[in-house]
């Protein structure tokens, strides 16, 4: 099932890539602003760098430092990625993991762009796993994601990973969807809620001893308090699934792979279903958007 699950996200994550979504539209930039980006951190990096795919800002929070080395998992367009790079600066290096073809490709445009038609020097990105990272052990100073960790259909392997390749006394800065209580089983069911970003989710003591068991210390998980819902503000958006991208068609309006097992995404019942799923529960009911901070032994 945990393949499927990749290909499932892989395949919705790869149309978000092709979708056009960027900082140029408003209901983008609403979403940003929601997870705690500034206008004036938008205005500094490719407006399709940013696809209203946050559910916090792990830079405002991981306190980067020039010289730096710093991963990013799940970079996306690369968002965290060019801001990061600001922060390390030249003598630093920000670099990008992600496992859509299509996002690591959207990125390393950007990239162009972000370096006026050359990429920066101290950026890079490359298409992998994250609970496989192509990076030595010991050479992180500090690892970021952004509501990504989630969508790992083997978050222990993930978290040990993140150990791995954290230098002794680096650092981890994520923001990511936990659980504050039981999903609603015809909720965690669904795959389409598990690319939404929800069902995929783990309960935060789990999350927390997950971290603990890979050996990193000083764990700390903040639940924001901010309103997942606002999800709902992007109309077609395929990621994250909410009752007005259902309703404009973006979310489960057309089919993955058809070769995965599950039900036809492009039918009216499937369609509708999902949509009243989504309209009869509260997502920040048992879900949290939260940050999360954890240290590597020295």
Do not use: W
């Amino acid at each position: 099932m945990s393949n499927d699950i990749e290909k499932i996200v892989q395949s919705r994550y790869g149309a978000v890539a092709q979708s056009g979504l960027s900082s140029e539209r408003d209901d983008v930039r609403q979403v940003a602003a929601a997870f705690g980006y500034t206008e004036e951190e938008l205005r500094s990096i490719p407006a399709d760098a940013n696809m209203g795919l946050s559910c916090g800002n792990p830079i405002a929070s991981a306190s980067l430092r020039p010289g730096e080395v710093v991963v990013d998992l799940g970079s996306g367009g690369g968002l965290d990625v060019f801001l990061a790079a600001q922060k390390v600066g030249p003598t630093g290096r920000a670099i990008g993991i992600d496992m859509t073809e299509e996002m690591i490709e959207l990125a390393r445009r950007n990239a162009i762009k972000a370096g006026d038609g050359k990429p920066p020097a101290n950026v890079e990105f490359h298409l992998a796993m994250i609970d496989d990272l192509p990076l030595p052990s010991d050479s992180v100073d500090c690892v970021i994601s952004n509501c990504v960790i989630n969508l790992a259909a083997d978050k222990h392997a993930v978290f040990r990973e993140m150990a791995r390749v954290l230098k002794p006394g680096g650092r981890l800065a994520i923001s990511d969807i936990a659980l504050k209580k039981a999903i609603p089983p015809e909720v965690g069911q669904d795959i389409l809620a598990y690319v939404g970003c929800v069902a995929g989710a783990i309960p935060i003591e789990e999350y927390k001893q997950g971290l603990i068991s890979s050996g990193l210390t000083a764990v700390e998980i903040v639940d924001t308090g901010a309103d997942l819902n606002v999800y709902s503000k992007i109309a077609g958006q395929s990621a994250c699934c909410t009752p007005s991208a259902h309703d404009q068609g973006g979310c489960c309006g057309s089919a993955v792979s058809s070769d995965l097992p599950v039900l036809s995404q492009s039918t009216p019942d499937f369609h509708n279903r999902l949509t009243e799923l989504l309209r009869k529960y509260d997502v920040n009911d048992f879900a949290a958007s939260v940050k999360v901070f954890a240290v590597k032994p020295r």
